[in-house]
């Protein structure tokens, strides 16, 4: 059983979903303190500008986010984010070959009524994973499984409890993770790497740093073979 534990993010790119088609089950690590200028509640898109971000404002906690988790914090309904969001991609890749395709979700997202960040990045991450073919990953989150311990500790308490015999880790973990305490546990560790074909996009020199939206709005229903089938992707 194969496990992938990271923290929920905005419009991810697509590393993160390769991670998600790699794992029987997918834990959002939703229960660790929220890092404000991470990329839990925002991401970049390519512009005619060069890369821009679209941020989810979240409600301020005084500058103590130390004392905030992730699953606990609120978006903020002091402007129009999600319709501003949504002209932003419009404008932007409104011209795009597959825009139109994914103008529906959206839409609905433009909707939303959510109120806590987690709820929203979760479900977009969810319905995206689901629009690339990925049918067969599992997804829990951290929160739902009580599970306690500090740093790797934790780790491998939350493999046992959805019982994992291997975990993959992103390369960024290398400083911290502690493989021995996984071997100790039973558990194999694979490091992510990320080598992926590029694509066309608009706005001239490749960048490959942007969300996840801006590969599907260029290719559409190939946008899977940019991510794991490299064949596929530069055929």
Request: charged share 25%; with cysteine; proline share 5%.
């Amino acid at each position: 059983m194969t496990c992938v534990i990271l923290q929920p993010s905005y419009i991810p790119w697509r590393g993160y979903f390769d991670l998600i088609r790699k794992s029987d089950i997918f834990v959002f690590y939703d229960d660790v303190q929220y890092d404000h200028h991470g990329w839990r509640n925002r991401n970049k898109i390519k512009t005619a500008r060069g890369s821009e971000w679209l941020t989810i404002p979240v409600e301020s906690t005084g500058g103590k986010w130390k004392d905030t988790v992730i699953r606990d914090v609120r978006i903020s309904r002091s402007r129009p984010w999600a319709a501003s969001h949504f002209d932003k991609l419009r404008q932007t890749y409104g011209k795009a070959p597959f825009f139109r395709r994914y103008q529906p979700m959206l839409e609905r997202w433009r909707d939303t009524r959510a109120e806590l960040l987690a709820d929203f990045t979760i479900e977009t991450t969810i319905e995206i994973a689901r629009e690339l073919g990925i049918a067969h990953t599992q997804f829990i989150r951290s929160s739902s499984l009580a599970c306690s311990g500090a740093k790797t500790g934790r780790l491998v308490a939350i493999l046992a409890k959805v019982g994992a015999t291997h975990y993959i880790s992103g390369p960024s973990a290398r400083d911290y993770l502690e493989e021995e305490k996984l071997a100790a546990a039973g558990v194999t560790l694979e490091w992510m790497t990320y080598e992926y074909p590029e694509y066309p996009q608009l706005y001239g020199a490749f960048d490959p740093h942007v969300s996840i939206l801006d590969l599907l709005f260029m290719t559409g229903p190939e946008a899977a073979g940019y991510i794991w089938s490299k064949a596929a992707g530069a055929a």
